[in-house]
């Protein structure tokens, strides 16, 4: 069974960093795609990165690039995100999402982790 | 980056409706579209890839169609547990990008 667990989440101030974690199992972690999607209270889905199964290809949304870094551990089955500068407007719960492959999309998410940026 | 616009942003509706959920791309996306059933306090939930196509488990009242930039969401007859949050989703090229959301409510 596959399964996605993020974990990291926290209240913290404007500027600050927090790194989340995704535990994967169930499936071939190096073998698949990997996403962070996040959801601000009562708002709707927001892509946030993208990365290849092997880390080399990375992409990133506008609202996050410079400030977030996305990579894995293919040997430990785990997904990153570290995030630097956060804002208020960062807060939200991220979510780890697998890529099932070519021609398909986002099959398989966790429950999500809650980041909250407030002074 | 596409935009993805969906309509309505809420639909009130009974139990046994048929219920359309229409989404419209800003530019051809071919059937590179999914669409997710998030109800509250849970994570989205695939229930159509590539414009059309349902996955394991979804049941057959659910139903994709369209290609391009317009797409419809079907559930033929709406059912207690329907009631939810349906995205759609453009994965034609990254960033990948979500329309606003339809909450189906009840009527």
């Known amino acids: 069974e596959v399964q996605l667990v993020e974990s990291g989440g926290d209240l913290l101030q404007p500027g600050g960093s927090l790194r989340l974690s995704c535990a994967a199992s169930?499936?071939?972690?190096?073998?698949?795609?990997m996403n962070w999607v996040r959801q601000a209270p009562g708002k709707g889905l927001e892509w946030i990165s993208y990365?290849?199964?092997?880390?080399?290809?990375?992409y990133y949304a506008d609202s996050v690039q410079g400030r977030f870094t996305i990579s894995r551990d293919n040997a430990k089955n785990l997904l990153y995100l570290q995030m630097n500068n956060l804002r208020v407007e960062d807060t939200a719960l991220y979510y780890c999402a697998r890529d099932g492959g070519y021609g398909l999309t986002l099959d398989y998410w966790g429950q999500g982790t809650l980041v909250t940026v407030s002074s | 980056d596409i935009q993805m616009t969906q309509s309505p942003s809420t639909l009130s509706a009974s139990v046994g409706d048929r219920v359309t959920i229409t989404c419209r791309a800003s530019?051809?996306?071919?059937?590179?579209l999914a669409w997710y059933q998030q109800k509250p306090g849970k994570a989205p939930k695939l229930l159509i890839q590539k414009a059309s196509t349902l996955e394991s488990g979804v049941l057959s009242r659910f139903s994709g169609s369209g290609s391009g930039t317009e797409f419809t969401l079907t559930i033929s007859s709406l059912q207690p547990e329907d009631f939810a949050t349906y995205y759609c989703?453009?994965?034609?090229?990254?960033?990948?990008?979500f329309g606003g959301g339809t909450k189906v409510e009840i009527k």
């Open positions: 169930g499936f071939t972690f190096s073998g698949f795609e």
């Open positions: 989703q453009q994965y034609h090229s990254y960033p990948l990008t």
């Open positions: 530019q051809s996306i071919s059937i590179w």
């Open positions: 990365i290849s199964g092997g880390g080399g290809n990375i």
